[in-house]
């Protein structure tokens, strides 16, 4: 592995092999396994949790990390090619991030999806201009298509509630939300939920779906690993008997799709036909008693601050299978 | 203490054994003494010596620092309980919170008053929030009502000068600004100097009362150090033979009091009446000819700039007494 | 050498000292020679290359850096002298800047030209305050008047493409902007190469004259060192024979310079008359296909990486010969 931008980096047994390590180490602290080590961070938008894991991260193995926030205090930057630039965009990707990578050890991104839809979306172009012209591994901290390490993180939470992770059941809910938010966070628990074998059960409104190649991806995996991939549209049937109840909210598809958000906030009652042991799981940021109740979040089924924890666990592993250079 | 965001969490015992320490480290840097350790910054509002000192007292001590500004990078928090989150807060302190205690091993926080009023500076619930929540020890880098580490290096300074403490006349002058000003630092240098035994004399225009818990409080330390604490009318009253001048801007009580500024503007000729070796002091940012000439500030008199490196002194003792977690 | 602000704090002699020292670290890294160290540093203005080759600089060294950005999670910062202070800048430069030092092992600064014009370029009053206020080192990162550390890395890039500097024949080419830029980058360029012993040609349209300062402190080296430095208006005569083409941008002299932009952009059919091994070199960042064609940026003259690269290998120096102090 060169880069870790996709889930298709790790493949289903690669990201077994994270776990695996991110348990040991979650157990037994690995030392100063990143000493001597520089990630760059560059983010086009705003980070709580994955600025401050990495970081701890970098610290916590030795190592250190810099941090760039494009267009403030960072230039701007363009990322399309063969443009005259004349407008407000200061430098281009094509510039910045080989110079980025002859000052650091490895790179890590945050670009969101631009809302340019699911072909956008698949094809990521920033992060795959990174990984184009880096000269050394980077990391997705979640750009169009995907959120890897947030679907490690989760998939890791998952294993320490109920171990084996082969056909376990796990429902992913669509949530509802102020903001048409991208698919990276679904795409990610959907992509490692299938790459661990589980049967995972995907439930949204209509209008709301997930991209083809996405959903073609988890068949994929599911084939692969003896797991199973469903698409429902009714929340009791995708809950019933399932052990994770994994909330999030995305946009329509084409931007026009109605919905009864009251039908789709997580309550308390959402668990009575589910595993009596199920968890509630959401990678964060959430909207308290709008995408999910406060007697939820606050209750003993949430597992939230655990996931968000486990953002640290799976990362230096990430960190340590890349720091050999791209 | 598992906590260090008021005075009263260390009282006037602690302040003193701290100020010890500093002393002694000022004079022999203690090595790495936060080896491994991880200070989470969070800021609400800007800063300069606040953060920069901090950072310096981990770097120092062997140990790193991680900076997040709330809104400008990082997602913008709601402290509210029990609300709808459907505006333009993106989390809750109640998820952020806990999330930045799992990857780090103390988290300082600025949080400044929102001009709610007396009652609410008292309530802090900001920063009470943090002490709540975090799970690791926190620290105030200011909140609405107290900035104790700011008061912690204003006592270190005057001990510099003076040596002891006991019943040492210091005065607190109410100083002009443009903007309406919080009551954080002029509680801290009078929770202090009062916890230190100072004859404490604050001086204010009519309408820009300090809260009575504050008063009560300091009265309390000065009944139990045998210190005097008086509020006074008269800025020759409370200057005569003391030794210490300490300006300040805060806003009046109720949004209406009138005051002419020109009154009270720190002037060379406001050492006439002082003790002879009387010192200038400011917690700094400084307005130079609104708050005091700048013939003072540039003068023998100023220790401004020494009260500042002080920060670093204190906050490195008050560091290492909360390493050991909450 | 107390601070390095312009490159007369080097000279000559200091030029050709810190590039050998910077060819023998980049072919063996000097290890943690800035171990224990803390650059303060404090933008007014944007930056990619400078902050994280710096920051790198530091790390890479052992060290640390505290990053600040003026009126960003910074107070803003006053620097004239003798104003009360009622408008909306926080605090004035002559408390700062102390401070920071009080903090800090030596204090790296941007603060670009105001637009205030040439001669106020050379009077560069910021980082003069700077020097005047720190109490430690203090290292440009680019001022209104130089980009210091900006020359000598192109010197070394220039150094490593065709070894011996002296009487080598450089072509400095003014280049369109939809700004009107600073001239701190080709003062450097011209006034580190002046001091390399370089055969300088400048070549721009009318009404983009350099200072007269400038301009006579390179004839001053170049008399010193044996180069030669000319001052043309026409772009084939700068570049004939020449074995560097590098282009920047910078404003008219008086606002209202009149100039084809479309002569003015490099292309590769100016690389015709020039020496057949001739590199283009840019400080970065660059405007694509408005500054200079994309086809001479991805193609093999290009030596742009390397030349941000050197960056960080001219700054270690710099930061090492400054280590012990002001």
Known sequence: MKHFTHIADLGPEGVQEVLD???????????????????????????????????????RGGGNAIVLEVGNGVWRLESRDGVVMDGDLTEHLREAVPVLGRYTDFLAVRAFSDGGGLDADDADSVINAFRRFAGVPVISMESARE????????????????????????????????????????????????????????VHPEGFDLAPSVL???HEYARATGGKVSVLRDR??????????YAKAWGPTDGTAEVRLEDWMTRDSDFDMMHRDAIFCHCLPVRRNLEVSET????????????????????RVILDRLKGGA
């Open 296 to 315: 939820v979040l606050d209750g003993p089924r949430s597992h939230v601050i655990d996931e968000a924890e486990n953002r640290f666990h799976v990362q």
């Open 236 to 245: 009791a049937e995708a809950a019933a008997g399932s052990k994770v109840l």
């Open 216 to 218: 073609e991806q988890a």
């Open 147 to 202: 959120h890897p390490c947030q679907g490690l993180a989760d998939m890791l939470t998952v294993r320490e509630n109920f171990g084996d992770l082969q056909n376990l059941p796990v429902t992913l809910t669509w949530a509802p939300h102020i903001k048409r938010l991208p698919r990276a966070v679904p795409n990610s628990f959907l992509l490692s939920a299938a790459a661990s074998g589980c049967d995972v059960r995907v």
């Open 21 to 59: 390590q991110a348990v040991a180490w979650k157990a037994n602290a690995p030392g100063h396994h990143l000493a001597g080590r520089i990630l760059g961070m560059v983010f086009f938008n705003p980070s709580l949790r994955t600025r401050t894991s990495f970081e701890a991260a970098m610290i």
